[in-house]
């Protein structure tokens, strides 16, 4: 896991001219590269640079060794650390992802019809001016809400520049396939009801759970919600665990995942649980923690608002001036059992009151009941019993989990993994993950998932500009009146967007600039874009070789960077990694540049709102860079070194462990109020176990609601009441009733894989040639499937294949196959075959219901039902390893930049 070198093969050499016509897929090489032959006679020295991997959104640090500008090895920098010298298959793959022949090399033009794959190449200078030009007609004609603007996350560094371009050229209609469907609903719930979101929230493998990179946390359990960081962050998430397993105390831990991964092999328990039933769960455990008083009384009672009244007219905490008591509307009020009374809270807490976590008291003619008396209403049906029942468990096993996780004599934790993001109830279940954190007091303290560690002094992520965008715009972005919780990363509703294109409803998009490869292969449904597509004027894509989108829909294809030619700051606990580019090929461009090109140019034609961008006064923030060299100032930020110096230490040690590991930060003194504790970032500096900042979401988008005229921008309610408290709701397609579709379909991540990337790699595919469809040796004689065999796999929506692997590391009733597509179909007969041949998101489903908060759609916990299959197509599924050979890299020379760097 530490290093891999490159495999040289002859340099294909082409006599590709602008203008001339080719088409992409296997043979793309031998039409479009042109560059000077390799000359390994004369090989100079290697020289090894510090940089960073972008496989996935861990970026762990790496050597590259570089000989006469090529990249020759990559290996683990042993300096960071997170990975402390690992890197995994994804990592070393970025040689060949670097140098593949299929690579997109210059700005393409479409020439015929869409899908036809027919492409000339153009000029760069060309390009901007056509993109610009297109940008600014839809602009003027339509309006540019009628311009969708998409991108994609894990490890994207430039996913806020992609909504700060959306704002710059004035569309709210930015959107990502991830979102409401991956990480969004775990950290708009810890924003909600911890204060804290991004990355202070229950994810580990999104590179959170800081203080398990160190082995003398004190923590003894962990939960492994849905989350396998052996195969999701191998390097760094995976690593940590297997280190703190292997201390002389050990680790405990409980793997709740229908799946028997490689972390729920090392568990004490694992509960196989039914996806789609997380919430139920939930529901079972906090039952048991509240009925065996597991829970921390004394922290519940002076760090959350479990002990104060609810208005039953509002839903909302009751205040002093609802209650007839002296105050304003801003006091809240509890119950003083000694006086029998209701009181104003005095923050932090009533000196000597010992008010009731349970319960419901009359206030001025109201029954009011706490906010903890609703958490134990809202599971006063989940016994046991029924939690096993509902989730397929066994009743005794989830009882052995909760008391490993409730040990008094131990300090345990959540990680929450992204399954939940990906049906109708992730804000739900993120909340009810929270609340379960909350009543064991598990935030802040050493051995805690919860922490607000010191932030470090550059920016990853540069933020966006969401004050650009009128308030007129603002109530244009679709989706966002119903489903306010995506005003977290001002992005619209994906099923919405969609309706715009399709249907003109509420008005006609027109225009699609996409950024992140293959949205066939990561959006829901994906078929419904052959109906999407065709109703729009003009699509471009951005990205670093073609896939089924940029074959069936594009009409503009601009090159980006592979990770080895760009340059990131990277936040790594007490250290700071720099990535830095080490060669560039071609006329590729890395896409935070691309982004400012098109904004600059369309000011240049006209554009009257792109100025705004490079304007920090009307960005109300720091303005739009307009070079490389200002966006790596901006990604410094203070960081007091100059971006070379930076890039030759490394890796940046700017806090000690000791400076960085800051605990229970909400007891220090409020500078704002001398003398009180800060407390946290609600409302009420309270934990909202009760959490009525969901309630305010729905009814008015604050507090992430803005525009340029006001902050916060106070939208009409969505139809009905956000709830405050998790609840389960079985899912729109369930085994209980369906009868034609029998089994549960779930996905789930693999190491040598992230998103839809990296299925063009020869070795990755070598190593992991097809999508494994695992099921239950039950399941497996009872519909006819042998192990090693081709197999249809149907839902509603549609038909995909995968290759079946009968075990019993999956549960009964349950399939698990990963997303997938076959490069190698791109130039053939049906280019569509590319994501349709074994891709499950054929299958998963983007109608409603949807989430209420995210407006989430369906991508695991539905029905699918299973079959041998002998279809011609798979014949043409490369499956061996020669067949692999034509995207064996094709090493290239160095190039200069595109655009001037700007210093």
Request: hydrophobic share 35%.
């Amino acid at each position: 896991m530490s290093q891999a070198t490159l495999t040289r093969r002859g340099f294909l050499k082409s006599s590709a001219a602008m203008g001339a016509v080719a088409a992409l897929g296997i043979s793309a090489a031998d039409s479009l590269t042109a560059v000077d032959p390799a000359h390994a006679d004369e090989a100079g020295e290697v020289k090894i640079i510090k940089t960073s991997c972008r496989a996935c959104i861990a970026s762990c640090a790496v050597l590259a060794h570089v000989r006469d500008g090529r990249v020759v090895k990559i290996e683990g920098n042993p300096e960071s650390p997170m990975s402390q010298g690992g890197v995994c298959a994804k990592g070393l793959a970025g040689i060949q992802a670097l140098y593949h022949p299929n690579r997109n090399k210059y700005p393409m033009r479409r020439v015929g019809e869409r899908g036809t794959n027919q492409w000339e190449r153009i000029s760069w200078a060309d390009a901007l001016t056509e993109v610009a030009t297109k940008i600014n007609e839809v602009s003027d004609k339509y309006g540019s809400e009628a311009i969708s603007v998409s991108t994609g996350g894990g490890g994207n560094p430039h996913f806020s520049n992609v909504k700060r371009f959306g704002e710059a050229i004035n569309t709210p209609n930015v959107w990502e396939p991830g979102c409401s469907q991956c990480y969004l609903p775990r950290m708009g719930a810890s924003l909600l009801a911890y204060g804290a979101g991004k990355p202070n929230n229950l994810s580990f493998s999104d590179s959170n759970g800081w203080d398990y990179y160190y082995t003398d946390s004190p923590v003894t359990s962990l939960v492994l919600w849905g989350t396998d960081p052996s195969n999701s962050s191998v390097a760094t998430g995976g690593r940590a665990l297997a280190e703190l397993r292997n201390r002389p105390e050990g680790l405990r831990t409980v793997v709740i995942d229908p799946r028997y991964t490689l972390d729920a092999a090392k568990a004490e328990v694992w509960l196989p649980i039914r996806p789609g039933t997380d919430a139920a769960l939930l529901l079972t455990w906090t039952r048991w923690i509240l009925e065996n008083e597991k829970y921390d009384e004394e922290f519940c009672r002076t760090w959350t608002n479990m002990p104060y009244l609810i208005n039953p007219e509002t839903r909302l905490t009751l205040k002093a001036t609802e209650a007839g008591l002296p105050g304003t509307d801003e006091d809240y009020v509890i119950w003083d059992p000694a006086s029998n009374a209701p009181v104003v809270v005095t923050y932090p807490f009533n000196e000597g009151v010992a008010a009731p976590l349970f319960g419901t008291f009359e206030v001025n003619g109201m029954q009011c009941p706490t906010g903890g008396q609703l958490l134990k209403e809202s599971c006063e049906e989940w016994t046991l019993e029924k939690g096993a029942e509902i989730c397929w468990l066994d009743a005794g096993q989830i009882e052995r989990a909760l008391e490993i996780y409730t040990d008094p004599n131990g300090q345990s934790g959540i990680m929450q993994g992204v399954c939940i993001d990906q049906y109708v109830q992730s804000q739900q279940c993120a909340l009810g993950a929270l609340n379960l954190e909350f009543l064991m007091g598990n935030v802040e303290k050493p051995g805690t998932m919860l922490q607000k560690f010191a932030p470090a002094p550059c920016k990853d992520q540069l933020g966006n500009t969401p004050r650009l965008l009128s308030k007129e715009k603002v109530m244009k972005r679709c989706g966002t009146i119903e489903h306010k919780g995506i005003l977290c990363w001002d992005m619209a509703h994906i099923p919405s967007v969609f309706k715009a294109m399709k249907d003109g409803d509420p008005y006609q998009i027109h225009m699609w600039i996409e950024r992140s490869g293959n949205k066939h292969v990561v959006l829901g449904n994906s078929s419904c874009l052959d109906e999407i597509v065709p109703k729009l004027d003009y699509v471009v894509q951005c990205f670093m070789y073609p896939t089924a989108f940029s074959v069936l829909c594009a009409d503009l294809l601009l090159p980006t960077t592979e990770w080895l030619e760009t340059n990131l700051t990277i936040p790594q606990l007490n250290t700071i990694v720099m990535r830095q580019a080490v060669t560039h090929l071609f006329e590729t461009v890395e896409e935070g540049i691309i982004w400012t090109q098109i904004v600059q140019k369309c000011a240049e034609l006209g554009n009257e709102h792109c100025p705004k961008a490079f304007d920090e006064a009307a960005c109300m923030t720091t303005p739009f860079y307009k070079n490389e060299y200002e966006k790596q100032k901006q990604h410094l930020n203070k960081l007091e070194m100059s971006w070379e110096d930076a890039c030759e230490q490394g890796v940046i040690q700017w806090a000690t462990p000791e400076e960085y590991r800051t605990y229970q930060t909400y007891l220090a003194e409020d500078p704002e109020n001398p003398g009180k504790p800060k407390g946290f970032g609600t409302p009420s500096k309270k934990l909202e176990v009760y959490c009525e900042s969901n309630i305010i979401l729905g009814r008015t988008g604050a507090p992430w609601s803005q525009c340029a005229e006001e902050a916060p921008l106070v939208l009409p309610p969505a139809s009905a009441d956000y709830e405050p408290l998790c609840y389960y709701q079985e899912p729109a397609e369930s085994p209980l009733t369906d009868t034609e579709y029998p089994l549960v379909l779930t996905e789930g991540r693999l190491p040598m894989y992230h998103h839809g990337t990296l299925r063009n790699i020869p070795y990755l595919r070598e190593i992991y040639p097809v999508p494994e469809m695992w099921i239950h040796p039950a399941d497996a004689e009872k519909y006819g499937i042998a192990d090693g065999q081709w197999v249809n796999i149907e839902s509603r929506r549609g038909k995909t294949h995968g290759m079946a692997h009968v075990t019993t590391a999956i549960a009964k009733g349950v399939v698990y196959q990963e997303r997938f597509w076959a490069p190698e179909l791109l130039d053939s007969d049906d280019p569509a075959q590319a994501y349709k041949v074994m891709n499950i998101n054929v299958l998963t489903k983007n109608d409603p219901p949807y989430n209420p908060e995210y407006g989430t759609y369906t991508l695991r916990g539905f029905q699918v039902k299973v079959s041998p299959s002998d279809d011609e197509i798979l014949d043409s599924v490369w499956v061996r390893p020669e067949q692999f050979q034509p995207w064996m890299p094709a090493p290239s020379d160095a190039t200069e930049d595109v655009f001037d760097y700007g210093a």
